[in-house]
């Protein structure tokens, strides 16, 4: 299953049974039946500074928050982060900069928020290991649980987008 590779068969089965009674969508909505209203580049920006200030005050400052529609493929919806580098006056120095899929514009709040959460931590911690992942939990306690429903959300945006399961 798409965006789900590493979880526990018995989690996937439980996944795959939703899907084959068309409910994954209503599994998702009545445990996320929320909606944000965080929709421009600057409400974005703010939202994300907000976080990082309360929890990665060390962290590089950001230089760029915004969402991007060309991320809504898939496969770049979870994950991206970019740290762009510029010459400036003869030194190179790495602009930071987060860019989120515009999808999570008509995303729950929650999923929103994992996904800042998770590029955030890139400031710190570029690889997917261990102490990135402490970094998520300790911005977001229910990180794991929100990033496996994020995928879910994707997974189930992606089949109605083909016409069904
Ligand atoms: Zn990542």
Not at 128 to 142: G, I, Q, T, V
Request: net charge positive.
């Amino acid at each position: 299953m798409r965006f789900l590779g590493g979880y526990p068969p018995d989690v996937l089965a439980q996944v795959r049974a939703l899907i084959d009674a068309d409910r994954l969508g209503e599994h998702i909505a009545r445990r996320y039946p929320d909606r944000h209203t965080i929709q421009t580049d600057r409400a974005l920006y703010d939202y994300t500074s907000e976080i990082k200030q309360e929890y990665l005050r060390s962290a590089p400052p950001l230089h760029k928050v915004r969402y991007d529609a060309r991320l809504d493929t898939a496969q770049h919806a979870l994950g991206l982060h970019t740290a762009i580098s510029r010459v400036q006056g003869g030194k190179l120095k790495a602009k930071k900069e987060i860019r989120v899929a515009s999808l999570f514009k008509e995303a729950p709040p929650e999923f929103l928020r994992m996904i800042v959460v998770h590029e955030l931590a890139h400031l710190k911690e570029t690889d997917h290991d261990k102490a990135f992942y402490r970094l998520c939990e300790y911005m977001e306690p229910r990180y794991h649980q929100l990033e496996f429903d994020t995928r879910l959300f994707l997974a189930w945006r992606e089949m109605e987008k083909r016409g069904g399961a």
